[in-house]
């Protein structure tokens, strides 16, 4: 009896946000429904049980991906966790990517296979990748002082150990990751999240000490697309470079290389108001091959029309807001920018990934969080909403007490 009292004790969401925690829930259950839905489609090709499968592993990972939320909820805090295990868990996440050499899928080496179950390490990546940066940026800058009372030279010597620890170290570790996504792995779609979510994370620090970073940042970002645009053949493999091409013109080849993203483009035009109904997508069937993952949201809409999209879509952009209108209230930089990293994560992955879907960017193999199929991306994605909730329960628990005190 006491241990299920200590169980009740640890879960429970005091200070959190319900309605974050509504919101993920919701689309949590709704992805196990529609993968399960999305999977019939398949069954002729892959087995009677192909669909009951997936919605069954679906559910496990989301079982999963509540367990780590609630306890990362609970017992998550920012300064229990040291350089040490920040760069030990760094490591792991790049020897676990570097294992993946072992594995090809999909033409890709993204996978660790380990039975029926793919584990796709830079999803681990990218939260470890958050932790960092936030005390990175949010913290050692303001740890490393440089104090005018100092020599000359130890003062040099103080402004070089600072730059390398807040400006060359960080860029490193995040360039390490992307190039082991980009060359690696070839898995670039991931490797540019990757970057996006730093580049959010180095623009949003309040730290003064990087302002003149930032302007230098914005000219190399600028110089970086320049030369992507003007050399992009050099950088691209063939199939990246058929990506862009079906995303510039998708009607050339609608019975080879653009036949998915076409069938993509149909089952958005299928949908309408309110859809063809539960059940019934045609697109399932063989025209959208494994339409339970990147393209799910195709067939949601397919089925559920624009009330299906916005059903997705709304609590993405409520989950998406309240960790932004957090992160805003936060006194403390690193827990500011880990909401941000954590809101940039989300926003990020729906952007790219129905993006890519309906036509308005390439399509990047990205998955929509909570809803494609993916134990790996569903679990971190839970366990993200975890640490994000764990701050919002200490600044809500900070403002009660504050409140009190000026009653009393």
């Given amino acids: 009896m006491n241990f299920f009292k200590k169980l009740q004790m640890m879960f429970k969401r005091t200070g959190t946000d319900k309605t974050i925690y509504a919101c993920t829930i919701f689309l ?11 999977s019939v489609g398949m069954s002729a090709s892959r087995g009677s ?7 069954l592993k679906q559910c496990v990972f989301v079982a999963g991906g509540f367990f780590c939320m609630f306890l990362f909820a609970r017992v998550y805090k920012t300064r229990r966790i040291s350089e040490t295990i920040m760069l030990s868990a760094y490591v792991i996440c790049i020897l676990m990517m570097l294992a993946c050499l072992m594995w090809t899928i999909n033409n890709s080496h993204a996978w660790i296979k380990v039975g ?22 949010g913290v050692l800058p303001d740890q490393i002082r440089i104090s005018n009372r100092l020599s000359a030279e130890k003062r040099k010597k103080l402004v070089r150990r600072k ?10 570790l995040v360039f390490f ?15 540019l999240i990757l970057l996006i979510m730093s580049a959010c ?52 080849d609608i019975y080879g290389s653009n036949y998915q993203i ?11 108001l309110i859809g063809r109904g539960f059940g019934n997508s045609i697109m399932k069937f063989g025209y959208i091959p494994e339409a339970q993952n990147d393209f799910i949201s195709s067939i949601i809409v397919e089925e559920l029309g624009l009330v299906g999209f916005a059903a997705f879509f709304i609590p993405y952009s409520i989950i998406i807001c309240r960790l932004f209108r957090y992160a805003f209230c936060m006194k403390e930089s690193r827990d500011k920018l880990t909401l941000i990293g954590i809101a940039s994560y989300f926003f990020v992955h729906l952007m790219v990934n129905v993006g890519g879907v309906s036509g308005l960017i390439p399509m990047t193999g990205v998955p929509l969080l909570l809803i494609s199929a993916g134990g790996t991306s569903t679990l971190m994605a839970l366990t993200c909403i975890g640490v994000a909730q764990a701050l919002i329960a200490k600044y809500n628990r900070e403002k009660k007490q504050e409140a009190i005190e000026k009653s009393l």
């Fill in 28 to 38: 949590a259950c709704f992805g196990i429904v529609m993968i399960g839905d999305a």
């Fill in 49 to 55: 049980n192909f669909a009951t499968i997936n919605l």
């Fill in 116 to 137: 029926p179950i793919t584990i796709q390490p830079v999803e681990f990546m990218k939260l470890v990748m958050i932790i960092i940066l936030s005390y990175i940026f």
């Fill in 163 to 172: 730059f390398i620890l807040c400006v060359a170290f960080p860029a490193l």
């Fill in 177 to 191: 990751a992307f190039f082991i996504c980009w060359k690696v792995q070839k898995d670039m779609g991931s490797g």
């Fill in 201 to 252: 994370l180095f623009f949003a620090t309040p730290s003064q000490y990087y302002r003149p970073y930032k302007i230098i940042g914005l000219f190399l970002v600028f110089l970086a697309v320049l030369v992507f645009i003007l050399f992009h053949e050099r950088f691209l493999k063939g199939h990246q470079m058929a990506r862009i091409a079906s995303w510039l013109n998708p009607l050339k």
């Fill in 262 to 272: 076409i069938n993509g483009f149909v089952g958005y035009t299928n949908g309408g």
